[in-house]
């Protein structure tokens, strides 16, 4: 993998799997004894945070900051003002989470002059080619310039996370390449990461990136299924 930056954030369309790829970057630099923070911002999707991932940061040492009222039914959790140190205190290894599409990247604008004053960064774009909404390396890039244009920091990187959850196989991150070359070349942005379930990720033959694997992010809230 190459050379972590002090700040990493992810951003990148719903369900593009950000906040398991931050939570497990989090843990990884734990394991090489950093002091690693990791702040959510993902203000729009109230059922799929770094909170519910509290329990396995704790154990390695990772401070959380999360919103206020996440993993409660109240629909826009408020950002407590510690989010600030990630910025501000240069010796914490920050990661930041942003959210789902141009409105909750807004949350990110505030930390931007700090952000570029230390040009110290990473700010990858995860997308699952996968997804309804980026289904084309053309849609995901309107979604990176939506994002882009709403927060105010360019993006650096792509992370590739494309899955079908537990449908997922070898096959489809592989054929998922062309996918991202695509976008690289439309993007003129680099691919970073591959990213991969850990058993998945064991299988994979890529050679254009690194593969990160990963454990699944446990889910606070299960949402009821419907019987018929």
């Known amino acids: 993998m ?3 930056k002090r700040l990493t954030l992810f951003a990148g369309h719903y369900g593009s799997g950000k906040t398991n790829i931050a939570v497990n ?3 990884l630099l734990a394991s090489e004894g950093k002091n690693v923070c990791i702040a959510d911002l993902d203000i729009v999707n109230p059922y799929f945070r770094t909170a519910d991932s509290a329990e396995d940061l704790e154990k390695a040492g990772v401070k959380l ?5 996440a993993n409660t039914n109240v629909d826009l959790p408020a950002l407590p003002a510690e989010r600030y140190r990630l910025v501000q205190d240069k010796s914490v290894w920050g990661i930041m989470v942003i959210g789902g599409d141009d409105r909750g990247a807004y949350a990110l604008g505030r930390f931007v002059p700090y952000i570029l004053q230390e040009n110290n960064y990473r700010m990858a774009f995860v997308v699952n080619s996968c997804r309804p909404l980026t289904q084309t390396p053309e849609d995901a ?3 990176m310039r939506e994002i882009e244009a709403a927060c105010g920091l360019p993006f650096t990187c792509i992370v590739n996370n494309t899955n079908l959850g537990e449908l997922t196989t ?3 991150v592989e054929d998922s390449v ?6 690289s070349q439309l993007s003129g942005l680099p691919l970073w990461l591959h990213t991969a379930e850990a058993g998945l990720a064991r299988q994979l033959k890529l050679t254009d990136a690194p593969v990160m694997p990963m454990q699944l992010q446990k889910k606070y809230f299960d949402l009821p299924r419907l019987s018929v």
């Open 2 to 4: 190459t050379e972590h």
């Open 25 to 27: 970057y989090a843990l």
């Open 65 to 69: 900051i999360s919103p206020q009222y």
């Open 141 to 143: 890039l309107e979604i």
């Open 170 to 172: 070898p096959q489809i």
């Open 178 to 183: 062309d996918y991202i070359k695509r976008l």
